[in-house]
């Protein structure tokens, strides 16, 4: 009996190698897929957080310049101009941006860039973020 067992046991071994190499192989896989995963993931997220940020920058850099070239304007619709300015700064600061947790991110972001559009209109100015980066690639310092 303990002979037929050990002979069972050796072709247990060799019926059950399939599903052991299959369960290595997965765990292994996973593994891996993992890790890369993990570097996919945190380049991907570099590299949209970069293009968020220069998005936003520039906004805020937008709105200073125009919010200093308007103030020498005592006109009406100059001052028009600066108030919505300064409501377009005031919205970019108030919102957290730094937070990429943060649930209300997307809606301050749509809120930012809605607020952009209306300054833009008011000033009579293009309003696609994307030519004004297009637009300032070919420069070098």
């Keep these: 009996m303990a002979r037929g067992s050990g002979r069972e046991d050796s072709f247990d071994c060799i019926f059950l190698a399939d599903d052991r190499f299959y369960l290595e192989g997965y765990r292994e896989g996973f593994e891996a ?25 520039f906004y805020y850099g937008f709105a200073i310049s125009w919010k200093c070239f308007l103030q020498k304007d005592v ?11 300064e409501t377009f700064l005031m919205l970019i600061q ?38 004004y980066i297009k637009g300032s690639s070919g420069m070098s310092f």
């Design 94 to 131: 108030m919102s957290s941006h730094e937070d990429a947790q943060n649930k209300n991110l997307q809606h301050n972001v749509e809120r930012v860039r809605a607020k952009f559009r209306q300054v833009c209109s008011l000033l009579n100015v293009h309003t696609d973020f994307n030519d």
């Design 33 to 57: 897929g993992s890790r890369r995963g993990k570097l996919e993931g945190r380049r991907h997220g570099a590299s949209h957080g970069a293009k968020f940020s220069t998005e936003i920058s």
């Design 75 to 85: 006109d009406a619709k100059s001052r028009k101009r600066v108030k919505a300015l």
